[in-house]
């Protein structure tokens, strides 16, 4: 057991994720919407309405400076809303005429599209749902509007234009973000799988290592360890420990409630982050997993406990982590089986 805050394996905490935070953030905070802008511009003149360039572009820095002081799920909200405007925007242009100047949204749509859909695939990676509605969406209403602006050029017979068939650039626009969000999906489950324990699929010291920077409103952090794990190991071998391990970690995540976050700290050692609620209510699910493992039976009829210590995540998290080991230490040395609060 581990009486010192950790650190990754002799790099920089949370490195992957603050590189990843920052590209995304470059985008979000200046490509995105500048490019949403020059949407909005387009599909505002072609409605008629008269957008000052200074407002226009007051309001892309606006988006930018809010983006760059937001944080957590509010930054996450923005983004996604960002993302939500651009792709009805790119529908809103798809059902208009074409543009004041054909060439440079032709241009911002085709360089702009694959970039999007990576970023977007890698941003949106742990939901789901909102990575296929917005990525779809993009690719599609970008397809659209490259095709319905083509297919305008080709009636005004525009010798530019004609040589190629709209329906290629379309197909070659599609194709290529269709690459940028396979490509994307892969640095995504490679990101994801590097910040998850292969034997019991929880979180990993990395994850947790890179998380904490982040976290906000309080809660509370409890570190748990299987008492005299050794000896399962010693009597029924290594195989039989891992599942022992397994069925904690199932017990942990069936446990706690929405928002929480488990993570296997390395052995037997376990660290589970609590969202803000009162004391006895995080004493309560730490309680309940306590027991469910001790109901549990393992090789040849075998009972594991768990001893825990408990700290509120009101400042630091290095000080919560270091309260709460603590607190297990004192749990353990008077017995075990229990969960300690640090004082």
Same mark, same amino acid.
């Given at each position: 057991?581990?009486?010192?805050?950790?650190?990754?394996?002799?790099?920089?905490?949370?490195?992957? #994720?603050?590189? !990843?935070?920052? /590209?995304? %953030? *470059?985008?979000?905070?200046? &490509?995105?919407? $500048? @490019?949403?802008?020059?949407?909005?511009?387009?599909?505002?003149?072609?409605?008629?309405?008269?957008?000052?360039?200074?407002?226009?572009?007051?309001?892309?820095?606006?988006?930018?400076?809010?983006?760059?002081?937001?944080?957590?799920?509010?930054?996450?909200?923005?983004?996604?809303?960002?993302?939500?405007?651009?792709?009805?925007?790119?529908?809103?242009?798809?059902?208009?005429?074409?543009?004041?100047?054909?060439?440079?949204?032709?241009?911002?749509?085709?360089?702009?599209?694959?970039?999007?859909?990576?970023?977007?695939?890698?941003?949106?990676?742990?939901?789901? #749902?909102?990575? !296929?509605?917005? /990525?779809? %969406? *993009?690719?599609?209403?970008? &397809?659209?509007? $490259? @095709?319905?602006?083509?297919?305008?050029?080709?009636?005004?017979?525009?010798?530019?234009?004609?040589?190629?068939?709209?329906?290629?650039?379309?197909?070659?626009?599609?194709?290529?973000?269709?690459?940028?969000?396979?490509?994307?999906?892969?640095?995504?489950?490679?990101?994801?799988?590097?910040?998850?324990?292969?034997?019991?699929?929880?979180?990993?010291?990395?994850?947790?290592?890179?998380?904490?920077?982040?976290?906000?409103?309080?809660?509370?952090?409890?570190?748990?360890?299987?008492?005299?794990?050794?000896?399962?190991?010693?009597?029924?071998?290594?195989?039989?420990?891992?599942?022992?391990?397994?069925?904690?970690?199932?017990?942990?995540?069936?446990?706690?409630? $929405?928002?929480?976050?488990?993570?296997?700290?390395?052995?037997?050692?376990?660290?589970?982050?609590?969202?803000?609620?009162?004391?006895?209510?995080?004493?309560?699910?730490?309680?309940?997993?306590?027991?469910?493992?001790?109901?549990?039976?393992?090789?040849?009829?075998?009972?594991?406990?768990?001893?825990?210590?408990?700290?509120?995540?009101?400042?630091?998290?290095?000080?919560?982590?270091?309260?709460?080991?603590?607190?297990?230490?004192?749990?353990?040395?008077?017995?075990?089986?229990?969960?300690?609060?640090?004082?």
């Amino acid at each position: 057991m581990s009486a010192k805050f950790p650190r990754t394996d002799g790099a920089v905490p949370g490195q992957s #994720a603050q590189l !990843a935070d920052g /590209v995304s %953030g *470059l985008f979000f905070r200046v &490509g995105a919407p $500048l @490019f949403l802008g020059v949407l909005l511009a387009s599909l505002g003149s072609l409605l008629g309405l008269r957008v000052a360039d200074i407002t226009l572009l007051l309001a892309v820095l606006a988006v930018g400076v809010l983006d760059w002081q937001l944080r957590g799920a509010a930054r996450f909200r923005l983004r996604l809303v960002l993302a939500l405007l651009t792709v009805l925007g790119l529908f809103g242009l798809s059902m208009s005429g074409p543009p004041p100047d054909t060439g440079v949204i032709l241009l911002s749509i085709i360089l702009m599209t694959p970039l999007s859909a990576l970023l977007w695939t890698t941003y949106f990676s742990r939901y789901p #749902a909102y990575r !296929a509605l917005l /990525v779809g %969406g *993009l690719i599609s209403g970008a &397809g659209m509007v $490259l @095709f319905h602006f083509m297919r305008a050029s080709f009636l005004q017979a525009d010798p530019e234009l004609t040589s190629v068939h709209p329906l290629v650039l379309a197909a070659a626009l599609v194709f290529f973000s269709l690459l940028a969000t396979v490509f994307g999906l892969g640095v995504a489950q490679g990101e994801r799988a590097a910040r998850q324990d292969a034997l019991t699929g929880l979180l990993n010291r990395r994850a947790f290592n890179e998380e904490q920077r982040h976290w906000e409103g309080g809660g509370w952090l409890a570190v748990l360890d299987i008492d005299y794990f050794k000896r399962i190991n010693d009597r029924y071998g290594h195989e039989a420990g891992d599942r022992v391990l397994r069925s904690v970690a199932d017990v942990l995540m069936d446990t706690v409630p $929405l928002g929480s976050a488990v993570y296997r700290w390395g052995g037997e050692e376990f660290v589970v982050r609590l969202p803000p609620m009162p004391l006895a209510e995080a004493q309560i699910i730490l309680q309940e997993a306590r027991g469910e493992v001790a109901q549990r039976t393992f090789a040849a009829g075998e009972h594991i406990t768990l001893s825990a210590g408990l700290s509120p995540l009101g400042g630091e998290p290095a000080r919560a982590f270091a309260d709460a080991d603590s607190a297990l230490l004192i749990a353990k040395s008077i017995g075990r089986d229990r969960v300690m609060v640090a004082d």
